[in-house]
């Protein structure tokens, strides 16, 4: 009776993983006149580099077929040679059909069903054309530049020029917006009109698409490469914001408002009318308690004179911020929400502790980043 139990469940082991093997199981298949006896090349395509999975024999009928496996939406390249090729977006369980003529394979295509794989080629086809009308535009610029009226002339094509970069940056964008769970949207993400140029420049479309497939292909390799570098855009965005504030005079510095450890909320703000150190420290970073008995000596220095420090903290633990408190004996304001007062770091652009920004009587950034003797030579020249 328990042998034939174990046996029970192993049978039903296999037919549950055999099930799985050819729910993952997809097929590309086709006709390829005028191809007979080459061989076609199957790739599969990363971030940076493509990789040869399988390769068969055309017959004489033009016919092929590949076998694979995937679990996620994934980028194929179906190669006749290194320039003569198509793209391919396969899901688990679809049969791609690929009808064409060995002589116009990578542009002339017909592809069914595969519907990421049809979206693949509808952008690429709409960037082919526009590319086309660009490129007749600057040979007419070149055809023109030399007649009396080219200035005339050349005012009417750099309208077109710029009409036609538009109609395409607001296909590609609304293609993101529309279809942001679609892997194809990472392809859309990423073309452009030249090597230096890309298509969308938003950052909206990339954070829609970024959070929308990150939510559901975490493991994708393009998923990975969208979000990390979606995440690095916001930042750099950020950044900018921040020497915006800094090199426009005048402009007051983004206000902080946590709770110190009696739990009062301090605004940043609220310290108008002196000079503040904006300081951001850890009590588990030994840099940031390195630092703090200069702030001491600074701070006792002059806070008669008008100086003040808002320090904030990065860390998780109250027990350890309470105790570095203490221990350095910190008597200015202090504050930290034990969560990594991520809004304040975000906000001012921290990427390492420690670091400060000095702030002067109407709250204007006036110095990032003073250290050691840069930060006493600064105050010496305020102060004394």
């Given amino acids: 009776m328990v042998k034939f139990r174990w046996i029970t469940i192993i049978v039903g082991l296999v037919v549950i993983f055999s099930g799985c093997k050819k729910d993952n199981q997809f097929a590309i298949s086709g006709k390829i006149t005028n191809a007979g006896d080459k061989t076609i090349y199957l790739e599969q395509l990363f971030v940076s ?46 049969n791609v059909n690929i009808s064409a003529d060995v002589i116009n394979f990578s542009s002339g295509y017909l592809v069914e069903g595969s519907p990421g794989s049809e979206m693949v080629q509808q952008l690429n086809e709409k960037l082919h054309t526009t590319k086309q009308k660009l490129d007749s535009i600057r040979s007419l610029n070149i055809l023109y530049e030399n007649r009396n009226n080219y200035a005339q002339l050349k005012e009417g094509l750099d309208t077109e020029y710029a009409k036609i970069v538009q109609t395409q940056v607001d296909y590609s964008t609304n293609f993101v917006l529309n279809n942001p769970f679609s892997m194809a949207s990472v392809l859309a993400l990423y073309q452009r009109f030249d090597p230096e140029t890309y298509v969308i420049t938003d950052i909206q479309p990339l954070k829609v698409a970024a959070s929308a497939l990150h939510s559901i292909y975490p493991g994708s390799d393009h998923v990975q490469a969208l979000y990390a570098n979606t995440l690095q855009l916001m930042q750099n965005e950020r950044a900018a914001k921040l020497q915006q504030i800094i090199e426009n005079e ?76 203490d221990k350095d004996q910190l008597t200015w304001v202090n504050v930290g929400d034990m969560e990594g007062s991520i809004n304040a770091v975000n906000v001012y652009n921290i990427k390492q502790i420690p670091s400060n920004y000095l702030l002067d009587k109407e709250g204007v950034i006036i110095a990032k980043n003073l250290k050691g003797p840069s930060l006493t030579k600064k105050l010496a020249n305020i102060f004394d």
């Fill in 250 to 325: 005048g402009s007051n510095s983004p206000d902080i408002v946590l709770p110190d450890p009696e739990g009062k909320d301090i605004p940043l703000s609220s310290l108008r009318g002196k000079y503040v150190l904006l300081h951001f420290w850890s009590a588990k970073d030994e840099a940031s308690r390195i630092v703090n008995p200069v702030l001491k000596e600074l701070y006792r220095k002059y806070k008669s004179k008008g100086f003040e420090i808002y320090q904030v903290s990065v860390d998780k633990e109250r027990f350890e911020w309470i105790d570095a408190i």
């Fill in 49 to 94: 580099n493509s990789t040869p999975i399988d390769s068969v024999k055309i017959n004489s009928k033009g016919e092929f077929k590949f076998k694979h496996q995937t679990s996620i939406p994934t980028f194929y390249l179906l190669k006749l040679s290194d320039i003569n090729f198509v793209t391919l977006l396969v899901d688990s369980a679809e």
